[in-house]
């Protein structure tokens, strides 16, 4: 193809690069070497291998070579100089060097097969492509699908895809990846399975109409159009269209090629159970499949593609005896090739077919046919004469041919069917409104053999060409008209005459047609008639050798055509008497094939015909119409395409033309032969023309002067107008205004123009950088000139130095030496002075030592001579009066013997006198009738604190409790603290002495290596060594804890995904619940609702506390038995229960024998009320069970007993005295009604109630008295415990009106402070505002106050009536006798702490019914506004719904505290997936979502913190302890609150994403906040005018507000950082992605720009205290791409430097990166394939060459850690606004 080319620009005569035509590579580089003048016959030109060439200038100069900025441009059209050799170089270039497979060339879009999967196709790329321009990114094929969606979408047209190119070129995968970016950005409007429906197709249609040839393992051999519907911008069905089936394949196909892929995935599938009936075996046992002598196909798996074709299948609704009925069918076709058919006789006019031929007979058993019915009609044909019907024997040949024609006609029957299925299974149910068609066509066929096949495709090829040329041609024009452009319009190659030649009248399908309609009608007729008719056409010529051909001028080429085979193949005949015998089959399906046909006359005719020869004469109606009804194949393929045409021509075209790059289906292997061809053939060049003819080079005012600033001048640059200033710089530069034109928005160049600017810009920066080279040499040699002038100088001085010192150094040595000398002789003569002055010294003191020893044993001897003396004469004394004293004593025993007999005779005497008895006791009684009357007068005075006593007491025990359990959780702790602090100095000592005996084993090693003598390492040694060891030899133990801890995280963080995955699917299986729940509610149209109720609170409340008090709970007396067991003391009903046996029946039973021994025992004594403290020790007896033992030896056990009693008895007067002086100044009044239970003290002798009164002659008088002295003991108790308790309680009145008062005093205080503050701002602006806040805060308090005053009064009634009932109660047991009326009196007090305490403090709860719970959860959930409660806890509702879950913890009712978190967790999920409407107006869902996860979170913390595990208490403070829940476990409520928050969080960061997404890349990739580094980016890109939508400022201020929100709702650090790290993930991710996406991106301005953006998220990530949250981690792959970008890539070292900088980068995006990488010119060279070889076999080598994924999955989720947080915050200080509308809520 010719191209009209400028002349050589002036700037490039000598040293200019020209494309020269070459027999092998098509074009090749040449540098010419000469200047050119015009009128010179040879131009010379030096080749690249340095070879000279005189190419000789015939008729044009050779085409110019482009710049190598633009060389490897995303657009073709973009280059400046438009030819066929630049387009071929650039498409190499980007195919080998960029593995780049896809290149925009105007409105088409090239496809290079590259034969290998390359990882640009995953459901990351398709969202990375969604919602785009087609300039924003690289060109790729979901770039065009994209256009095409969006121009769906925003004008309502309908679009198509058309894809062509050769077999093998892609097309089929073209068509399944734009089908798949469809579905997947569309989506499914109504039915669900419809993506996977559409998705299915393609295998099926892939198994009936692909095969393998010799250039495609998986070639289509039809054409086929699938029109994808879309509603609301939802896909919503399809249809498939197929065009020309190969049917010839069926029954023939060539060397090395395959038949259809469904035979083959049958015959491999034959050993299943559902096909062994079908006699199916291997394919070379088939005529069918085994021609072509390859049954295999390397590339295909057929037992798993059946698989997947019977999957679709199921998919698109085709039941399973569908699908076996038509793999009967299609292994009958196989089988009826097996049919044997024999002839008669030589001359061949007869054949038949044997009966036993076991093919046939498979096939009529699958068929359903008869067998003797195939076999007379496979032999004869019937011939219909006017009168009569014969039958006509055919030859072997002809039956043959009948034979193959039925299996082609069954084939294309089965193929139309299994269309039609799956158009039913995808059709639409309620329509569609816009639809974008996929047309997936073969390209222009251009074989050595060529024949109808070829001629259709070529036919159709010049249709789409033609609807092509008119496309881009009105495009162009467009173009220029937009932009107010002059612009002659040129002519453009019009395939119209070939068309006509064609289609035309007498054209050569209508010359066809005419022959097929022949009875005698031959292909050598036909071609004659063609030679006759159309010799004289332009585009039609008779081939030089005498054969049946003819040659037709394409657009792409001649392409010369067989005529053998084009008549017979046109008809398409059928046997007629084989179908009928087919339509009569029992197959159900076989007949369904043949009906829809429409037929059916003809069928039944056949039917009727039995015999070689009907004697009758038909009607004219039975004759056989179908032969002149029935269109021919051409026809039918015109009609068709003429459809095809209008359709395509109401819709907006996108062209995808497929490149097959080379025959032997190698990866990345370019022949530059073969896809010229292509290119040809495919219409890129006639693009290339039709823009090469105008203005191919356009460029927007902003890119032009961000590109050629350099060029323009100063004075220039003053102008404000963009446009101005490029017409000014234009005229200067460009002096022909017919090189370039400046429209509205544009300015267009000729071709040729860029390449000059370009070399001008490049003179331009040339010059600069050499004049910056020399000020930078200058400045280099000067400093180099100052540092040598510095350095000698300072050599001087040191050397001069060095010799002062030498001369300084010898002086030095000589006064030293003399100084020396002097000092030894001095030494010398003093070292012999002294040894004869020590030798002297030691003689005189071993002298005088001796004669000292001598003196000192000589008075040694003196002393002890008399120590003797003085002993032996003190021994004679002691014995003589010791005799003396033995004897007196001896007779004083004598005497006092006899005395105490006589006195103990008389003792014994008055002993056994009752006289004596009773005087002894006469003052006892007398005592204890003393004692009654003061118990009588105290009573009174003692009872009214006697309800109080009991719950102070049980708030004593528990918190004793909780003390205990705190200190031995300390203890505890403690213990285990000391147990790792042991284990941990045990493990460095072994650690340590592991180290050194392995550093002992290495010395050892080394010296016995050299010899070297033995010697132990010293302390010094060891310590030396020791930080060598910590370096070079690390310990196995501490490589083996770092494995385990990785490991353990690693697992931790799984199992933490599995969860939060789980949770996910959770989430979604319960969004599906609930649109189907919507659903059947939308269908019924009625809701049932819930009234609340409207009784009052209090009553229920008085009447349930009053069946309470009816019915006592056995459970909280074991509970309170439990919590007073601590301080010694029991139950009173425990003991009750014990005396009430006993004492009532009136048995004399000893109190070891019914009340044990031990502490049991012990504890029923003395704990006659809950919660009394125990007795102190000087009153504390021994335990009942040891008194007899103890009472028998020692004194008399009544009088123990009475001095016992006595002593108690001063001890209560004393302590009555002080109470009553206590009472007297405590003015507090005692309700009468609180002194009833105990009345019965007045009304009973304490002697009577304890069973001193009885009758001495009932039992005996010992058991008798000491029973009396037992319960009188008892009785002393009770009152002594009773008093103590008396005082503490009036103790804590008094400090209570202390505090009292205090706060008073505080309270006064802070008025006379607030008014001096009044006072003070009198006449501010902000005194009302204050004055009024003061009035509301004190209505709030008033309005509380009264509410409590009417809740007192409430709960004083109910206590009255309480009370009462507990006297009736007693009355009525009064007959019962004494005890029991103790033991009821004792069972009221325990009862009484569960009436709320009004005096004490708050329970902290809620009390509410279960009919209110709608209400809580509409007023705390559904219409919560924190607006509306400024002031109150971010997590107030939590708090709320955990104090009414507290409230059905303290009632036993776990149905209604399950209840309730159930409707709160449904509650939250509806309104965090719905917002307010006005907070999706405001872009507040995000706060929403923030707000529930954090009430969610804190709900989730106070159900553990307030549980019964002991593990989350170590926080809690006294108070807190004292909320703990009680009954109810919250275990499964957590887990379903935890699932919730992982939900919640999940939501929180989809939401995030939402607003982040659309501003991540204009924020880091196309914003500038370095100014000027945009002109270095090479121009040809299509590039985006506007200014970025976001910059970097406006991401880090939404970043910012993202975590000021989380702050505001209180949510834990921990998660805001994580939630924080995932956001950056998504940034660094979603940046990565598009850097790996798109080409102009990869450059070194672009990695400056991208690395000071990721320093302003450092910067904001440490000025907010993040460092420390992970994300920083999440932005190294981001990091060390934008130093990818900006290091050296020349060398090996630079390769190596590489590897090691990218140690987080795949290898995949280290290679992709490095191919996209775009030089500066002239200041960068390109990357050398061998250096991107070199740096990806040391990645794989270094990391391994496993698979890895190209793109980021920005969807992946890190798992989520919800932490355990402790809420300082008190549950009775907890403040509810009034506004939350809550007052039917009690509080407690």
Same mark, same amino acid.
């Given at each position: 193809?010719? %191209?009209?080319?400028?002349?050589?620009?002036?700037?490039?005569?000598?040293?200019?690069?020209?494309?020269?035509?070459?027999?092998?590579?098509?074009?090749?580089?040449?540098?010419?070497?000469?200047?050119?003048?015009?009128?010179?016959?040879?131009?010379?030109?030096?080749?690249?291998?340095?070879?000279?060439?005189?190419?000789?200038?015939?008729?044009?100069?050779?085409?110019?070579?482009?710049?190598?900025?633009?060389?490897?441009?995303?657009?073709?059209?973009?280059?400046?100089?438009?030819?066929?050799?630049?387009?071929?170089?650039?498409?190499?270039?980007?195919?080998?060097?960029?593995?780049?497979?896809?290149?925009?060339?105007?409105?088409?879009?090239?496809?290079?097969?590259?034969?290998?999967?390359?990882?640009?196709?995953?459901?990351?790329?398709?969202?990375?492509?969604?919602?785009?321009?087609?300039?924003?990114?690289?060109?790729?094929?979901?770039?065009?699908?994209?256009?095409?969606?969006?121009?769906?979408?925003?004008?309502?047209?309908?679009?198509?895809?058309?894809?062509?190119?050769?077999?093998?070129?892609?097309?089929?995968?073209?068509?399944?990846?734009?089908?798949?970016?469809?579905?997947?950005?569309?989506?499914?409007?109504?039915?669900?399975?419809?993506?996977? @429906?559409?998705?299915?197709?393609?295998?099926?249609?892939?198994?009936?109409?692909?095969?393998?040839?010799?250039?495609?393992?998986?070639?289509?051999?039809?054409?086929?159009?699938?029109?994808?519907?879309?509603?609301?911008?939802?896909?919503?069905?399809?249809?498939?269209?197929?065009?020309?089936?190969?049917?010839?394949?069926?029954?023939?196909?060539?060397?090395?090629?395959?038949?259809?892929?469904?035979?083959?995935?049958?015959?491999?599938?034959?050993?299943?159970?559902?096909?062994?009936?079908?006699?199916?075996?291997?394919?070379?046992?088939?005529?069918?499949?085994?021609?072509?002598?390859?049954?295999?196909?390397?590339?295909?798996?057929?037992?798993?593609?059946?698989?997947?074709?019977?999957?679709?299948? +199921?998919?698109?609704?085709?039941?399973?005896?569908?699908?076996?009925?038509?793999?009967?069918?299609?292994?009958?076709?196989?089988?009826?090739?097996?049919?044997?058919?024999?002839?008669?006789?030589?001359?061949?006019?007869?054949?038949?077919?044997?009966?036993?031929?076991?093919?046939? !007979?498979?096939?009529?058993?699958?068929?359903?046919?008869?067998?003797?019915?195939?076999?007379?009609?496979?032999?004869?044909?019937?011939?219909?004469?006017?009168?009569?019907?014969?039958? @006509?024997?055919?030859?072997?040949?002809?039956?043959?041919?009948?034979?193959?024609?039925?299996?082609?006609?069954?084939?294309?029957?089965?193929?139309?069917?299994?269309?039609?299925?799956?158009?039913?299974?995808?059709?639409?149910?309620?329509?569609?409104?816009?639809?974008?068609?996929?047309?997936?066509?073969?390209?222009?066929?251009?074989?050595?053999?060529?024949?109808?096949?070829? $001629?259709?495709?070529?036919?159709?090829?010049?249709?789409?060409?033609?609807?092509?040329?008119?496309?881009?041609?009105?495009?162009?024009?467009?173009?220029?008209?937009?932009?107010?452009?002059?612009?002659?319009?040129?002519?453009?190659?019009?395939?119209?005459?070939?068309?006509?030649?064609?289609?035309?009248?007498?054209?050569?399908?209508?010359?066809?047609?005419?022959?097929?309609?022949?009875?005698?009608?031959?292909?050598?007729?036909?071609?004659?008639?063609?030679?006759?008719?159309?010799? +004289? *056409?332009?585009?039609?010529?008779?081939?030089?050798?005498?054969?049946?051909?003819?040659?037709?001028?394409?657009?792409?080429?001649?392409?010369?055509?067989?005529?053998?085979?084009?008549?017979?193949?046109?008809?398409?005949?059928?046997?007629?008497?084989?179908?009928?015998?087919?339509?009569?089959?029992?197959?159900?399906?076989?007949?369904?094939?043949?009906?829809?046909?429409?037929?059916?006359?003809?069928?039944? =005719?056949?039917?009727?015909?039995?015999?070689?020869?009907?004697?009758?004469?038909?009607?004219?109606?039975?004759?056989?119409?179908?032969?002149?009804?029935?269109?021919?194949?051409?026809?039918?393929?015109?009609?068709?395409?003429?459809?095809?045409?209008?359709?395509?021509?109401?819709?907006?075209?996108?062209?995808?033309?497929?490149?097959?790059?080379?025959?032997?289906?190698?990866? $990345?292997?370019?022949?530059?032969?073969?896809?010229?061809?292509? /290119?040809?053939?495919?219409?890129?060049?006639?693009?290339?023309?039709?823009?090469?003819?105008?203005?191919? +080079?356009?460029?927007?005012?902003?890119?032009?002067?961000?590109?050629?600033?350099?060029?323009?001048?100063?004075?220039?640059?003053?102008?404000?107008?963009?446009?101005? &200033?490029?017409?000014?710089?234009?005229?200067?530069?460009?002096?022909?205004?017919?090189?370039?034109?400046?429209?509205?928005?544009?300015?267009?160049?000729?071709?040729?123009?860029?390449?000059? #600017?370009?070399?001008?810009?490049?003179?331009? /920066?040339?010059?600069?950088?050499?004049?910056?080279?020399?000020? #930078?040499?200058?400045?280099?040699?000067?400093?180099?000139?100052?540092?040598?002038?510095?350095?000698?100088?300072?050599?001087?001085?040191?050397?001069?130095?060095?010799?002062?010192?030498? %001369?300084?150094?010898?002086?030095?040595?000589?006064?030293?030496?003399?100084?020396?000398?002097?000092?030894?002789?001095?030494?010398?003569?003093?070292?012999?002075?002294?040894?004869?002055?020590?030798?002297?010294?030691?003689?005189?003191?071993?002298?005088?030592?001796?004669?000292?020893?001598?003196?000192?044993?000589?008075?040694?001897?003196?002393?002890?001579?008399?120590?003797?003396?003085?002993?032996?004469?003190?021994?004679?004394?002691?014995?003589?009066?010791?005799?003396?004293?033995?004897?007196?004593?001896?007779?004083?025993?004598?005497?006092?013997?006899?005395?105490?007999?006589?006195?103990?005779?008389?003792?014994?005497?008055?002993?056994?006198?009752?006289?004596?008895?009773?005087?002894?006791?006469?003052?006892?009684?007398?005592?204890?009738?003393?004692?009654?009357?003061?118990?009588?007068?105290?009573?009174?005075?003692?009872?009214?604190?006697?309800?109080?006593?009991?719950?102070?007491?049980?708030?004593?025990?528990?918190?004793?409790?909780?003390?205990?359990?705190?200190?031995?959780?300390?203890?505890?702790?403690?213990?285990?603290?000391?147990?790792?602090?042991?284990?941990?100095?045990?493990?460095?000592?072994?650690?340590?002495?592991?180290?050194?005996?392995?550093?002992?084993?290495?010395?050892?090693?080394?010296?016995?290596?050299?010899?070297?003598?033995?010697?132990?390492?010293?302390?010094?040694?060891?310590?030396?060594?020791?930080?060598?060891?910590?370096?070079?030899?690390?310990?196995? =133990?501490?490589?083996?804890?770092?494995?385990? *801890?990785?490991?353990?995280?690693?697992?931790?963080?799984?199992?933490?995904?599995?969860?939060?995955?789980?949770?996910?699917?959770?989430?979604?299986?319960?969004? !599906?619940?609930?649109?189907?729940?919507?659903?059947?509610?939308?269908?019924?149209?009625?809701?049932?609702?819930?009234?609340?109720?409207?009784?009052?609170?209090?009553?229920?409340?008085?009447?349930?506390?009053?069946?309470?008090?009816?019915?006592?709970?056995?459970?909280?007396?074991?509970?309170?038995?439990?919590?007073?067991?601590?301080?010694?003391?029991?139950?009173?009903?425990?003991?009750?229960? !014990? #005396?009430?046996?006993?004492?009532?029946?009136?048995?004399?039973?000893?109190?070891?024998?019914?009340?044990?021994?031990?502490?049991?025992?012990?504890?029923?004594?003395?704990?006659?009320?809950?919660?009394?403290?125990?007795?102190?020790?000087?009153?504390?007896?021994?335990?009942?069970?040891?008194?007899?033992?103890?009472?028998?030896?020692?004194?008399?056990?009544?009088?123990?007993?009475?001095?016992?009693?006595? !002593?108690?008895?001063?001890?209560?007067?004393?302590?009555?005295?002080?109470?009553?002086?206590?009472?007297?100044?405590?003015?507090?009044?005692?309700?009468?009604?609180?002194?009833?239970?105990?009345? $019965? %003290?007045?009304?009973?002798?304490?002697?009577?109630?304890?069973?001193?009164?009885?009758?001495?002659?009932?039992?005996?008088?010992?058991?008798?008295?000491?029973?009396?002295?037992?319960?009188?003991?008892?009785?002393?108790?009770?009152?002594? +415990?009773?008093?103590?308790?008396?005082?503490?309680?009036?103790?804590?009145?008094?400090?209570?009106?202390?505090?009292?008062?205090?706060?008073?005093?505080?309270?006064?205080?802070?008025?006379?402070?607030?008014?001096?503050?009044?006072?003070?701002?009198?006449?501010?602006?902000?005194?009302?505002?204050?004055?009024?806040?003061?009035?509301?805060?004190?209505?709030?308090?008033?309005?509380?106050?009264?509410?409590?005053?009417?809740?007192?009064? @409430?709960?004083?009634?109910?206590?009255?009536?309480?009370?009462?009932?507990?006297?009736?109660?007693?009355?009525?047991?009064?007959?019962?006798?004494?005890?029991?009326?103790?033991?009821?009196?004792?069972?009221?007090?325990?009862?009484?702490?569960?009436?709320?305490?009004?005096?004490?403090?708050?329970?902290?709860?809620?009390?509410?019914?279960?009919?209110?719970?709608?209400?809580?959860?509409?007023?705390? &959930?559904?219409?919560?506004?924190?607006?509306?409660?400024?002031?109150?806890?971010?997590?107030?509702?939590?708090? &709320?719904?955990?104090?009414?879950?507290?409230?059905?913890?303290?009632?036993?009712?776990?149905?209604?505290?399950?209840?309730?978190?159930?409707?709160?967790?449904?509650?939250?999920?509806?309104?965090?997936?719905?917002?307010?409407?006005?907070?999706?107006?405001?872009?507040?869902?995000?706060?929403?979502?923030?707000?529930?996860?954090?009430?969610?979170?804190?709900?989730?913390?106070?159900?553990?913190?307030?549980?019964?595990?002991?593990?989350?208490?170590?926080?809690?403070?006294?108070?807190?302890?004292?909320?703990?829940?009680?009954?109810?476990?919250?275990?499964?409520?957590?887990?379903?609150?935890?699932?919730?928050?992982?939900?919640?969080?999940?939501?929180?960061?989809?939401?995030?994403?939402?607003?982040?997404?659309?501003?991540?890349?204009?924020?880091?990739?196309?914003?500038?906040?370095?100014?000027?580094?945009?002109?270095?980016?090479?121009?040809?890109?299509?590039?985006?005018?506007?200014?970025?939508?976001?910059?970097?400022?406006?991401?880090?201020?939404?970043?910012?507000?993202?975590?000021?929100?989380?702050?505001?709702?209180?949510?834990?650090?921990?998660?805001?950082?994580?939630?924080?790290?995932?956001? %950056?993930?998504? &940034?660094?991710?979603?940046?990565?992605?598009?850097?790996?996406?798109?080409?102009?991106?990869?450059?070194?301005?672009?990695?400056?720009?991208?690395?000071?953006?990721?320093?302003?998220?450092?910067?904001?990530?440490?000025?907010?205290?993040?460092?420390?949250?992970?994300?920083?981690?999440?932005?190294?792959?981001?990091?060390?791409?934008? =130093?990818?970008?900006?290091?050296?890539?020349?060398?090996?070292?630079?390769?190596?430097?590489?590897?090691?900088?990218?140690?987080?980068?795949?290898?995949?995006?280290?290679?992709?990166?490095?191919?996209?990488?775009?030089?500066?010119?002239?200041?960068?060279?390109?990357?050398?394939?061998?250096?991107?070889?070199?740096?990806?076999?040391?990645?794989?080598?270094?990391?391994?060459?496993?698979?890895?994924?190209?793109?980021?999955?920005?969807?992946?989720?890190?798992?989520?850690?919800?932490? $355990?947080?402790?809420?300082?915050?008190?549950?009775?200080?907890?403040?509810?606004?009034?506004?939350?509308?809550?007052?039917?809520?009690?509080?407690?």
């Amino acid at each position: 193809m010719a %191209f009209c080319r400028d002349p050589l620009p002036p700037v490039s005569l000598q040293g200019a690069r020209v494309w020269i035509p070459d027999c092998v590579e098509v074009w090749r580089v040449a540098e010419v070497t000469r200047g050119y003048k015009e009128g010179d016959a040879v131009l010379h030109l030096r080749l690249e291998d340095g070879s000279a060439l005189a190419y000789p200038i015939e008729s044009q100069l050779p085409p110019l070579c482009n710049p190598d900025c633009l060389s490897g441009a995303d657009d073709l059209v973009a280059l400046s100089y438009l030819h066929e050799p630049a387009v071929l170089h650039s498409l190499r270039r980007r195919f080998l060097e960029a593995n780049a497979i896809y290149t925009y060339c105007g409105v088409i879009l090239v496809a290079i097969n590259p034969y290998k999967p390359l990882p640009i196709y995953e459901e990351e790329v398709i969202y990375a492509y969604s919602g785009h321009e087609i300039g924003d990114m690289d060109p790729h094929i979901f770039a065009l699908a994209e256009e095409a969606y969006k121009q769906m979408v925003r004008f309502g047209k309908n679009q198509s895809l058309i894809i062509s190119g050769e077999s093998g070129a892609g097309k089929t995968a073209s068509a399944k990846y734009a089908m798949r970016y469809f579905t997947t950005v569309g989506g499914c409007l109504c039915d669900s399975s419809m993506e996977e @429906k559409v998705l299915a197709s393609s295998p099926l249609m892939e198994a009936f109409g692909n095969a393998r040839t010799t250039r495609n393992d998986n070639s289509s051999r039809f054409g086929k159009y699938i029109e994808i519907c879309f509603s609301q911008a939802r896909v919503t069905g399809a249809t498939i269209k197929t065009y020309l089936l190969e049917k010839s394949r069926v029954t023939f196909h060539a060397k090395a090629e395959r038949n259809y892929h469904i035979f083959y995935q049958l015959c491999a599938s034959a050993t299943l159970p559902e096909l062994q009936g079908l006699g199916l075996r291997g394919a070379e046992f088939f005529h069918y499949t085994c021609q072509g002598q390859c049954t295999a196909a390397q590339s295909t798996n057929d037992v798993a593609d059946l698989d997947s074709t019977r999957h679709a299948f +199921s998919l698109l609704g085709v039941p399973e005896a569908n699908q076996l009925e038509l793999f009967s069918i299609l292994a009958a076709i196989l089988h009826l090739g097996n049919i044997v058919v024999r002839g008669r006789d030589r001359r061949g006019d007869g054949c038949f077919v044997e009966p036993a031929d076991k093919a046939l !007979g498979l096939f009529c058993t699958l068929l359903g046919v008869e067998a003797s019915q195939v076999m007379r009609w496979l032999c004869h044909r019937k011939l219909v004469t006017a009168g009569e019907t014969y039958l @006509k024997p055919l030859s072997r040949q002809q039956a043959l041919d009948s034979r193959d024609a039925l299996a082609k006609h069954m084939y294309g029957q089965v193929f139309r069917w299994m269309v039609s299925r799956v158009n039913r299974a995808l059709r639409s149910p309620e329509g569609h409104r816009t639809s974008i068609g996929i047309l997936d066509i073969y390209g222009f066929e251009m074989f050595e053999l060529n024949s109808f096949e070829q $001629f259709c495709i070529n036919y159709a090829n010049e249709k789409l060409q033609q609807l092509f040329n008119l496309h881009v041609f009105k495009l162009e024009q467009e173009e220029y008209v937009t932009e107010e452009i002059p612009w002659v319009f040129v002519d453009f190659c019009d395939n119209q005459p070939c068309i006509e030649l064609i289609e035309g009248r007498l054209g050569i399908l209508d010359l066809l047609n005419e022959e097929c309609k022949m009875p005698q009608g031959s292909d050598g007729s036909w071609a004659q008639k063609l030679y006759q008719t159309h010799l +004289s *056409s332009s585009h039609f010529q008779k081939p030089k050798r005498p054969t049946d051909a003819f040659v037709v001028c394409h657009f792409a080429g001649k392409v010369e055509y067989q005529c053998d085979g084009f008549v017979e193949k046109n008809r398409d005949a059928v046997p007629e008497d084989l179908v009928g015998l087919l339509r009569a089959s029992k197959s159900a399906l076989l007949a369904e094939l043949f009906l829809e046909e429409g037929d059916g006359p003809m069928s039944l =005719q056949s039917r009727r015909s039995s015999g070689p020869r009907m004697a009758g004469r038909p009607s004219r109606r039975s004759l056989p119409s179908s032969q002149k009804s029935k269109k021919s194949i051409s026809s039918q393929f015109k009609a068709s395409l003429n459809r095809l045409m209008e359709m395509l021509g109401s819709t907006t075209p996108h062209y995808i033309r497929c490149i097959k790059p080379n025959d032997g289906k190698q990866p $990345f292997v370019f022949d530059s032969r073969r896809a010229v061809e292509q /290119l040809r053939a495919c219409g890129v060049l006639e693009t290339i023309r039709i823009s090469a003819s105008g203005y191919p +080079s356009r460029w927007t005012y902003q890119e032009f002067l961000e590109r050629y600033r350099a060029l323009v001048s100063r004075e220039e640059l003053m102008g404000t107008d963009e446009k101005q &200033i490029c017409s000014l710089a234009l005229e200067r530069l460009l002096q022909d205004p017919s090189k370039y034109q400046c429209g509205k928005s544009k300015v267009f160049f000729r071709a040729g123009q860029v390449a000059y #600017l370009e070399e001008l810009r490049y003179r331009r /920066l040339r010059s600069a950088c050499i004049l910056l080279q020399r000020h #930078l040499r200058g400045w280099l040699a000067r400093r180099r000139f100052r540092r040598a002038r510095v350095a000698a100088v300072c050599l001087q001085r040191h050397v001069r130095g060095m010799m002062a010192r030498r %001369f300084t150094r010898m002086l030095r040595r000589t006064r030293a030496a003399v100084t020396l000398q002097k000092t030894l002789r001095m030494v010398l003569a003093r070292r012999s002075y002294l040894r004869v002055r020590r030798a002297v010294i030691t003689i005189q003191a071993f002298a005088r030592g001796m004669f000292a020893r001598r003196l000192y044993q000589q008075m040694v001897w003196h002393q002890k001579a008399v120590v003797i003396q003085a002993a032996v004469r003190g021994w004679l004394a002691r014995t003589r009066y010791t005799r003396l004293r033995r004897t007196v004593i001896y007779l004083q025993c004598c005497y006092r013997r006899v005395r105490a007999c006589r006195e103990l005779r008389r003792l014994r005497v008055e002993a056994r006198s009752v006289e004596h008895y009773k005087q002894l006791h006469k003052g006892m009684e007398i005592k204890v009738i003393q004692l009654q009357c003061r118990l009588d007068e105290q009573a009174q005075e003692k009872q009214r604190l006697a309800e109080q006593l009991s719950g102070l007491n049980t708030a004593h025990a528990e918190e004793v409790q909780r003390l205990r359990a705190e200190m031995q959780q300390l203890r505890e702790d403690a213990a285990r603290d000391a147990q790792v602090q042991q284990l941990q100095e045990r493990l460095a000592e072994l650690e340590k002495h592991s180290v050194k005996n392995c550093l002992g084993q290495e010395v050892e090693e080394l010296r016995q290596a050299r010899c070297v003598p033995e010697c132990p390492l010293t302390e010094g040694s060891w310590l030396c060594l020791s930080p060598l060891l910590a370096v070079s030899i690390p310990t196995e =133990q501490h490589q083996r804890a770092a494995r385990e *801890s990785q490991g353990l995280l690693q697992e931790l963080e799984e199992e933490r995904a599995r969860y939060q995955s789980l949770v996910q699917e959770y989430a979604r299986l319960e969004q !599906g619940y609930e649109n189907l729940r919507d659903e059947v509610a939308f269908h019924r149209q009625s809701t049932l609702r819930r009234s609340p109720s409207s009784e009052s609170f209090l009553g229920s409340e008085s009447s349930y506390l009053s069946s309470m008090s009816t019915a006592p709970s056995r459970d909280g007396s074991d509970q309170q038995a439990e919590a007073s067991g601590d301080t010694g003391g029991d139950s009173v009903v425990g003991v009750t229960s !014990g #005396l009430s046996l006993p004492l009532a029946m009136g048995t004399a039973v000893p109190w070891g024998s019914w009340l044990g021994p031990g502490p049991i025992a012990k504890g029923c004594l003395w704990g006659l009320e809950e919660g009394w403290e125990p007795v102190p020790e000087g009153l504390q007896p021994q335990p009942i069970g040891e008194a007899p033992l103890k009472s028998s030896v020692g004194q008399d056990p009544f009088e123990k007993a009475y001095l016992l009693l006595l !002593g108690q008895f001063n001890a209560v007067n004393e302590e009555l005295a002080r109470t009553r002086e206590e009472l007297r100044r405590s003015k507090a009044p005692v309700e009468l009604e609180e002194r009833k239970p105990l009345d $019965f %003290f007045k009304r009973t002798n304490i002697a009577e109630m304890l069973g001193l009164g009885r009758s001495p002659g009932k039992v005996v008088v010992d058991d008798d008295l000491k029973h009396a002295y037992d319960a009188v003991q008892v009785a002393n108790r009770l009152l002594a +415990s009773q008093l103590r308790e008396e005082k503490q309680q009036h103790e804590e009145e008094v400090e209570g009106l202390h505090l009292d008062i205090c706060s008073l005093k505080q309270l006064s205080q802070q008025q006379a402070a607030l008014i001096q503050d009044l006072q003070r701002h009198q006449g501010q602006e902000g005194l009302q505002h204050h004055v009024l806040r003061l009035k509301e805060e004190n209505w709030e308090l008033a309005q509380k106050l009264e509410k409590q005053e009417r809740t007192t009064l @409430k709960l004083q009634k109910q206590l009255r009536a309480y009370a009462k009932q507990i006297q009736e109660f007693t009355v009525k047991r009064e007959a019962t006798g004494p005890v029991q009326k103790l033991a009821a009196s004792a069972v009221v007090v325990s009862q009484s702490p569960v009436i709320p305490s009004l005096a004490g403090l708050s329970q902290a709860m809620l009390a509410w019914r279960m009919e209110d719970e709608g209400r809580i959860i509409k007023a705390v &959930i559904t219409d919560y506004k924190p607006q509306s409660s400024p002031g109150a806890l971010p997590d107030l509702p939590a708090y &709320i719904l955990f104090l009414c879950f507290r409230h059905a913890d303290r009632c036993c009712d776990e149905p209604r505290a399950r209840s309730l978190l159930d409707a709160a967790i449904n509650a939250i999920k509806r309104v965090a997936k719905v917002p307010d409407l006005e907070a999706w107006k405001h872009g507040d869902d995000f706060d929403v979502v923030a707000l529930w996860l954090a009430n969610t979170c804190r709900l989730l913390n106070c159900l553990r913190q307030y549980s019964q595990d002991e593990t989350y208490w170590e926080g809690n403070t006294v108070r807190q302890n004292e909320h703990r829940l009680q009954n109810v476990d919250p275990q499964s409520s957590c887990c379903s609150l935890g699932a919730l928050a992982v939900q919640l969080y999940q939501q929180l960061i989809r939401t995030a994403e939402k607003r982040l997404k659309p501003m991540i890349v204009a924020a880091m990739l196309e914003s500038e906040p370095i100014q000027g580094l945009s002109s270095s980016c090479p121009p040809g890109h299509r590039r985006s005018s506007a200014a970025p939508a976001h910059t970097l400022p406006e991401l880090l201020q939404q970043l910012g507000s993202f975590r000021a929100v989380l702050d505001l709702h209180g949510l834990a650090p921990s998660v805001g950082h994580q939630v924080l790290r995932q956001l %950056f993930f998504l &940034i660094s991710g979603t940046t990565l992605n598009y850097l790996l996406l798109r080409k102009d991106t990869c450059s070194w301005s672009c990695g400056i720009q991208l690395r000071y953006n990721i320093s302003q998220l450092e910067q904001w990530l440490r000025a907010e205290g993040l460092q420390q949250s992970g994300a920083c981690e999440v932005l190294e792959p981001l990091v060390q791409a934008a =130093q990818l970008l900006q290091v050296k890539k020349v060398t090996e070292e630079d390769a190596g430097a590489l590897c090691s900088l990218c140690t987080v980068l795949s290898t995949q995006q280290v290679v992709k990166i490095l191919r996209a990488y775009t030089p500066a010119v002239g200041l960068e060279e390109r990357i050398s394939p061998s250096f991107i070889s070199s740096v990806e076999k040391k990645l794989q080598d270094q990391y391994g060459g496993g698979p890895s994924q190209l793109l980021v999955d920005t969807s992946h989720l890190f798992p989520v850690h919800l932490p $355990f947080t402790t809420s300082p915050l008190h549950l009775d200080e907890l403040r509810i606004p009034d506004a939350l509308n809550l007052a039917f809520l009690v509080r407690l």
